[in-house]
């Protein structure tokens, strides 16, 4: 017989529509499939939505620009390792965007719940669960670097401000900046077939 508190212990896992249903608590790389992840990312606004445009500007287009960031910044990169910059946040298909004042007012170690979730994806993916410490600082590099044009670009922060939370960024290429100078955010079925492809023309 089950205890009552078995009965009502609050619910742990996600349901997706591949039918797949993941454990927050415990990820299985089993039950990650990446046109969930595609399709959630797509779906999740950077900035909490308070970006310029007819559409949000989605986590799926964000992950598209670091990839691109971080192999513009190392041109040799190892695809495998521009895969794993494509999915830096693919956690958030299932746990969102939460901006970063909003982890640091957490009282759980949001960081650690994240990385639990990351290194899931990461094995589903034949990715290492715990990247080399260079690769991490070449993706966190790429990823303050997008978010220091997503600022400026559509979120209404200053230049000054921008550069005072995610530094001046320095390293790519002219025609590089000039794309990430006029970011235009996409329809959510757009974002995902992008992620999508992109995904497959890394994929291993």
């Known amino acids: 017989m089950h205890s009552v508190a078995a009965n009502t212990a609050p619910r742990a896992w996600q349901r997706m529509l591949s039918g797949r249903r993941l454990d927050l608590l415990d990820p299985s790389p089993l039950d990650i499939e990446i046109e969930d992840i595609a399709h959630g990312l797509a779906r999740v606004a950077?900035?909490?939505g308070q970006t310029q445009g007819e559409h949000a500007f989605s986590v799926a287009e964000h992950c598209l620009l670091v990839e691109s960031i971080a192999g513009d910044l190392d041109p040799t990169l190892d695809p495998r390792y521009r895969l794993a910059a494509l999915m830096h946040d693919a956690s958030e298909y299932v746990i969102g965007d939460l901006i970063s004042p909003f982890k640091a007012a957490l009282a759980l170690d949001y960081k650690a719940f994240e990385a639990k979730l990351l290194a899931?994806?990461?094995?589903r993916f034949g990715l290492p669960a715990e990247l080399p410490a260079d690769i991490t600082?070449?993706?966190?590099?790429?990823?303050?670097?997008?978010?220091?044009?997503?600022?400026?670009?559509?979120?209404?922060?200053?230049?000054?401000?921008?550069?005072?939370?995610?530094?001046q960024p320095r390293g790519p290429k002219p025609k590089l900046v000039a794309r990430l100078s006029a970011l235009n955010p996409l329809p959510a079925s757009?974002?995902?077939?992008?992620f999508l492809k992109r995904f497959n023309e890394l994929l291993p």
């Open 137 to 167: 600082k070449l993706i966190k590099r790429a990823d303050k670097i997008a978010a220091y044009y997503e600022a400026i670009g559509l979120a209404g922060f200053s230049r000054e401000e921008a550069r005072r939370f995610f530094g």
């Open 190 to 194: 757009d974002g995902e077939a992008r």
């Open 120 to 123: 899931a994806i990461h094995r």
């Open 46 to 48: 950077r900035w909490n």
